[in-house]
């Protein structure tokens, strides 16, 4: 016999300002955390309620019920999913207001419009790494470590006989679950995208060994190193705008493996150099290259690519 998954709300608008979510009473698991924290994720401009309750009467009131099983609508027919990993109310709901989380919090990457195929790597992605392991502990399976594995920590404790208590221990841990598994999604969403952008900035000409990234903090390591691993790309610093003035440049390494080291190094002789650096190095406006020679700064853009191909050159 199927174990039935249950999801159920009374209208799909949510056009009020307050929003009730009803889920049962007493102890929880991660499961449950993670379905609540993934409707206020949905609805941030609102503020969610939650009630704790099995009564009907009580649930009739909410906007959408998780988990109280016999009274909602069943999930019979996507109990499992295609890997046949069964789905546990934190899979079931996001599997079916995912893609609509993943367009909210896309749109903080200002100037980038997600496509289609990105939305899609994200979802499966988010699922795949987070989702099922909180499916797979609820159904009894074997899982993999999970990062909110600490939501079982907030559980009441053993000789705490205050069940009223539930109610505030689940609140503490939807506050930290719901802030945590929004960063989750979010890097996610950066990491895939940052994954197209520098496809597409290679593809745009590709024999550069410079590649421009838009800031400081673009998740380029993992990308650039499996770009020039798979395409024999050749791309040895990553520039860009520097957040105090002027440009940067940073080297690649070779590998995962050899993160702390570079493809190119700048010259040995501009380590640590600063109020000397452009008589050194002949470039002007040049302002920094750090003692390991594997970040340097310019004051222009064409500076700073003048020090990466200097580097280039003398690397032969």
């Given at each position: 016999m199927k174990r039935k998954i249950?999801?159920?709300?009374?209208?799909?608008?949510?056009?009020n300002e307050m929003l009730l979510i009803g889920i049962h009473p007493g102890p929880f698991r991660e499961d449950s955390i993670v379905a609540v924290a993934l409707f206020c994720l949905l609805h941030p401009e609102k503020?969610?309620?939650?009630?704790?309750?099995?009564?009907?009467?009580?649930?009739?009131?909410?906007?959408?019920?998780?988990?109280?099983?016999?009274?909602?609508?069943?999930?019979?027919?996507?109990?499992?999913?295609?890997?046949?990993?069964?789905?546990?109310?934190?899979?079931l709901f996001w599997k079916l207001y995912g893609i609509d989380i993943i367009k909210?919090?896309?749109?903080?990457?200002?100037?980038?419009?997600?496509?289609?195929?990105?939305?899609?790597?994200?979802?499966?992605?988010?699922?795949?790494?987070?989702?099922?392991?909180?499916?797979?502990?609820?159904?009894?399976?074997?899982?993999?470590?999970?990062?909110?594995?600490f939501i079982?920590?907030?559980?009441?404790?053993?000789?705490?006989?205050?069940?009223?208590?539930?109610?505030?221990?689940?609140?503490?841990?939807?506050?930290?679950?719901?802030?945590?598994?929004?960063?989750?999604?979010?890097?996610?969403?950066?990491g895939i995208c940052g994954s197209y952008y520098v496809l597409?900035?290679?593809?745009?000409?590709?024999?550069?060994?410079?590649l421009e990234i838009p800031s400081e903090t673009f998740p380029w390591l993992y990308p650039i190193i499996s770009l020039n691993e798979s395409h024999e790309a050749q791309i040895d610093f990553v520039i860009f705008k520097y957040p105090s003035g002027g440009y940067a440049a940073q080297c690649v390494p070779p590998s995962i493996k050899e993160r702390f080291s570079q493809r190119v190094s700048f010259p040995k002789e501009w380590a640590g150099l600063m109020t000397t650096l452009p008589e050194v190095s002949g470039i002007n406006d040049a302002t920094f290259c750090h003692n390991g020679r594997f970040f340097a700064r310019?004051?222009?853009?064409?500076?700073i690519i003048k020090m990466c191909n200097t580097a280039i050159e003398r690397n032969g």
């Amino acid at each position: 016999m199927k174990r039935k998954i249950s999801v159920s709300s009374k209208h799909r608008d949510y056009s009020n300002e307050m929003l009730l979510i009803g889920i049962h009473p007493g102890p929880f698991r991660e499961d449950s955390i993670v379905a609540v924290a993934l409707f206020c994720l949905l609805h941030p401009e609102k503020f969610v309620r939650v009630m704790r309750s099995r009564n009907k009467e009580d649930l009739s009131m909410c906007d959408i019920v998780v988990d109280v099983d016999d009274y909602f609508m069943q999930f019979d027919d996507i109990n499992r999913r295609d890997n046949n990993v069964p789905y546990s109310s934190a899979g079931l709901f996001w599997k079916l207001y995912g893609i609509d989380i993943i367009k909210l919090y896309s749109s903080e990457l200002d100037n980038y419009e997600i496509s289609d195929d990105e939305i899609s790597m994200i979802f499966d992605s988010v699922d795949e790494k987070v989702i099922q392991e909180i499916d797979k502990i609820n159904n009894g399976l074997t899982s993999n470590h999970t990062p909110l594995g600490f939501i079982a920590s907030f559980a009441l404790s053993w000789n705490d006989n205050d069940l009223s208590k539930y109610y505030t221990c689940f609140e503490e841990a939807l506050n930290v679950t719901k802030s945590i598994l929004r960063q989750l999604i979010v890097c996610q969403i950066r990491g895939i995208c940052g994954s197209y952008y520098v496809l597409h900035k290679y593809f745009e000409n590709p024999s550069t060994r410079i590649l421009e990234i838009p800031s400081e903090t673009f998740p380029w390591l993992y990308p650039i190193i499996s770009l020039n691993e798979s395409h024999e790309a050749q791309i040895d610093f990553v520039i860009f705008k520097y957040p105090s003035g002027g440009y940067a440049a940073q080297c690649v390494p070779p590998s995962i493996k050899e993160r702390f080291s570079q493809r190119v190094s700048f010259p040995k002789e501009w380590a640590g150099l600063m109020t000397t650096l452009p008589e050194v190095s002949g470039i002007n406006d040049a302002t920094f290259c750090h003692n390991g020679r594997f970040f340097a700064r310019a004051v222009s853009k064409e500076s700073i690519i003048k020090m990466c191909n200097t580097a280039i050159e003398r690397n032969g």
